[in-house]
């Protein structure tokens, strides 16, 4: 029986890095391949030329061959006429023979003058527009340098130069072992329920790629302490690196750090960095092999930070990482233990680029393709305090990120038609985070849905409250039905609010600050229900379809949310009411065209026809703009 993980270090990422190098013997592997193959590819040494290029002396222009001592005081005033007998006829690239001439003069200012003679106005110098041999290459010059990645332009000079083959790093093999009872592989076997779909195999195999090596998915390992130690011994003799997808981490089946001190080195076992801290660096047989933590979004960071230079050592071929400044928009709470890498999306704005933290969880998955870059917070920094500037690590290129109508508010299923139709970047923090970042300019638009409790009235009165010192617009949007989502066949005969408390209803709420949250309290409010009377009311969600999910996985018995939430979860609902859910602007981008073709999207018919598609939404004169006057 294998003893439990503990951590055996909180190291420093840098420091890891070292120990691990360190310990490693790294050697490249040289192979030569096809020059017309090598793009992509990293020298091992200097390329000589073979040949010179032109290798004859070339004529640089069509046009006439001749001594340049014939036409050596031509001018307006003296013009020198020739025959045909005085010079020859050239093509771009015809051989010359110096014997016969030394200059070519452009055949646009060969002026005939009739009777066979030809009129020249200007003069010549000697080896005017001819190429002489090795004027691009010379024989034994080198072409390119040695640890240099060769690029599409590089071709040009290495085929003309004459060279056929190319000694380059030979890109290392990679075997990715993913490993665990409960993971499956959906392009291989059936789903089935209660199990996890092993997504990281292939992540780490197109990251692999695209840091030059040549990986190879292996057979799944089941968590059998014995099993794994034969298979990881004999993949590191096959392998020039092995990556154990998950099983690093402290729990009673997690023998990956067990295998390789029984059969190898662990050299580093837990790094002061969040997420990733499980992270394994080791060796057997002298190979290195690495243990990355299960979850997504560690694994993902422990490939780029771990795996990425490993590769990079070995074939010398440095990926280019590109960084932005920007302001943070929202305060990040960060520990003294760890550096901490962060989701961002970027904003541009008038002022720059916001920085807009997603969700951190070392699970969500999401949270990485929608991310624009990442923050790293280091580890003696306790937060980052909004409106602070920072540097982030891109991870998409800028041009589609500065292309984007910046969307923060609430969240509905309508903003991801609206998404897929234009470029949108959406972040959901709730109708009050939306009107925040309007009011400091972090955003483009906030999508709202928030209830005047006294007059009944959706978004314009909160408006009017936080804007009063300039004029506003509000693009109207969508009617959706709001009411409670509840488990299918409505096993506790759900009716009303009023059943929420009676019945002890296990809740799941919305944030504070979400135009359903508000709409709650609300109803709340007007029964006079006490809300710490109420199971679950300080359970909060981000989503209408985290609410729904919730009550799908027994979390919660009900929640207040839309109906199409609750009809893709395949749950009851039980309509409340009618809401306004429109679009605020930022004042400064009404007239912006990002702006207008939002506006004329929400006209189409494609918007119509697809709103029409979706249960509990109707239209009431999308795209139109309300004016909301300041009241001071």
Avoid at 382 to 397: C, D, F, Q, T
């Amino acid at each position: 029986m294998t003893k439990r993980n503990i951590y055996i270090d909180n190291i420093d990422v840098d420091k890891a890095l070292e120990k691990f190098f360190f310990n490693l013997d790294i050697k490249s592997e040289l192979e030569f391949i096809s020059t017309i193959e090598s793009v992509g590819r990293v020298t091992s040494r200097a390329i000589f030329a073979k040949y010179c290029s032109p290798t004859y002396p070339a004529s640089a222009m069509d046009g006439i061959f001749l001594f340049s001592e014939k036409i050596k005081f031509a001018d307006d005033m003296n013009p020198v006429y020739l025959t045909e007998n005085d010079f020859k006829y050239v093509n771009t690239g015809n051989t010359l023979d110096l014997s016969t001439g030394d200059c070519v003069v452009m055949i646009e200012e060969l002026i005939h003058s009739g009777e066979g003679k030809f009129k020249l106005i200007k003069s010549a110098k000697p080896w005017q527009h001819i190429r002489p041999v090795g004027e691009d290459i010379v024989k034994g010059e080198m072409i390119l340098k040695s640890n240099h990645k060769i690029l599409p332009q590089d071709l040009g000079a290495l085929i003309t130069a004459g060279i056929k083959e190319i000694e380059v790093y030979k890109k290392p093999s990679v075997a990715i072992v993913p490993t665990g009872d409960e993971v499956i592989d959906i392009f291989k076997e059936d789903f089935k329920e209660n199990s996890v779909i092993d997504c990281n195999s292939y992540i780490f195999s197109a990251q692999i790629k695209e840091w030059g090596g040549v990986p190879t998915i292996e057979k799944k390992l089941k968590d059998n302490f014995e099993e794994m130690k034969s298979e990881i011994y004999s993949l590191s003799k096959k392998y020039d690196i092995v990556l154990i997808n998950a099983g690093s981490s402290a729990g009673s089946k997690d023998y990956a750090k067990s295998v390789i001190e029984e059969i190898g080195e662990v050299i580093v076992h837990g790094v002061a960095i969040k997420p990733g801290k499980p992270t394994i660096l080791g060796k057997v047989n002298g190979k290195p092999v690495v243990g990355i933590p299960g979850y997504p979004v560690s694994a993902y960071l422990a490939m780029d930070i771990f795996v990425k230079p490993l590769l990079e050592k070995i074939t010398f071929l440095l990926n280019e990482v590109k960084y932005i400044d920007g302001v943070l928009g929202k305060k990040i709470v960060s520990s003294l233990k760890h550096k901490e890498l962060v989701r961002i999306t970027l904003q541009k704005t008038e002022k720059g680029y916001i920085a807009m933290p997603l969700a951190r969880g070392a699970g969500i998955t999401t949270s990485l393709s929608k991310a624009d870059g990442i923050l790293e917070i280091p580890k003696e920094v306790e937060g980052i305090s909004a409106g602070e500037k920072v540097k982030i690590k891109l991870l998409k290129p800028l041009k589609e990120i500065d292309d984007n109508l910046i969307s923060v508010g609430s969240h509905d299923i309508v903003m991801d038609l609206i998404g897929d139709s234009i470029k949108l970047c959406s972040t959901h923090v709730g109708s009050f985070g939306g009107i925040l970042a309007i009011k400091q300019e972090n955003a483009h638009i906030a999508p709202i849905h928030m209830l005047d409790e006294e007059t009944g009235e959706y978004n314009i009165s909160f408006i009017k409250k936080y804007f009063q010192n300039e004029d506003m617009f509000l693009i109207k949007g969508i009617e959706r039905v709001q009411g409670i989502i509840v488990k299918k066949g409505n096993p506790l005969s759900i009716k009303s609010i009023e059943d929420l408390l009676s019945k002890k209803v296990k809740l799941v709420n919305r944030q504070r600050g979400a135009g359903t949250r508000i709409l709650f309290d609300y109803l709340l409010k007007k029964l006079n229900v006490n809300i710490k009377e109420l199971s679950g009311y300080d359970y909060e969600v981000s989503t209408h379809l985290d609410v729904a999910m919730a009550i799908k996985n027994n979390m919660a018995e009900a929640g207040l949310g839309i109906m199409e939430a609750a009809k893709i979860a395949d749950l009851d609902f039980i309509p409340i009411g009618k809401e306004e859910y429109d679009f605020l602007v930022n004042p400064k981008m009404k007239n912006d065209s990002k702006i207008l073709q939002f506006v004329e999207f929400l006209k189409s018919d494609y918007f119509k026809n697809e709103v029409e598609k979706l249960d509990g939404y109707s239209l009431k004169n999308p795209g139109e703009i309300i004016e909301v006057k300041k009241s001071k």
